[in-house]
Nanobody, 118 residues
Framework: QVHLVESGGGLVQPGESLRLSCAASGITFSTYTMGWYRQAPGKQRELVATISRDFVTTYQDSVKGQFTISRDNARNTVYLQMSSLKPEDTAVYFC????????????WGQGTQVTVSS
């Protein structure tokens, strides 16, 4: 059974940083493209960043230079380092694992809340 467990969310003030973690089990982690998505209240879920099995990264334009995605295959964990947080970064952040090229191998975590407020 596949489990993706996010952690590291919380309440921070504007300008502060947070690091999200997502620990995966039940998959061959190193073969999956890992991603972070977020969903703000009343909005659709959107892609934040991805990192491929070859460590190639992509980012939503609005977070380039602000967020960094990384992975540790030895720990089956993907991270999202978020800096200079803004109120508009407030959302539930979800971890995603996708085996590219194979239908049906796409998994989600339960999400972790990030709130940026003074």
């Amino acid at each position: 059974q596949v489990h993706l467990v996010e952690s590291g969310g919380g309440l921070v003030q504007p300008g502060e940083s947070l690091r999200l973690s997502c620990a995966a089990s039940g998959i061959t982690f190193s073969t999956y493209t890992m991603g972070w998505y977020r969903q703000a209240p009343g909005k659709q879920r959107e892609l934040v960043a991805t990192i491929s099995r070859d460590f190639v990264t992509t980012y939503q334009d609005s977070v380039k230079g602000q967020f960094t995605i990384s992975r540790d295959n030895a720990r089956n964990t993907v991270y999202l380092q978020m800096s200079s947080l803004k109120p508009e970064d407030t959302a539930v952040y979800f971890c995603n694992a996708e085996l590219m090229g194979f239908s049906g191998y796409n998994y989600w975590g339960q999400g972790t809340q990030v709130t940026v407020s003074s």
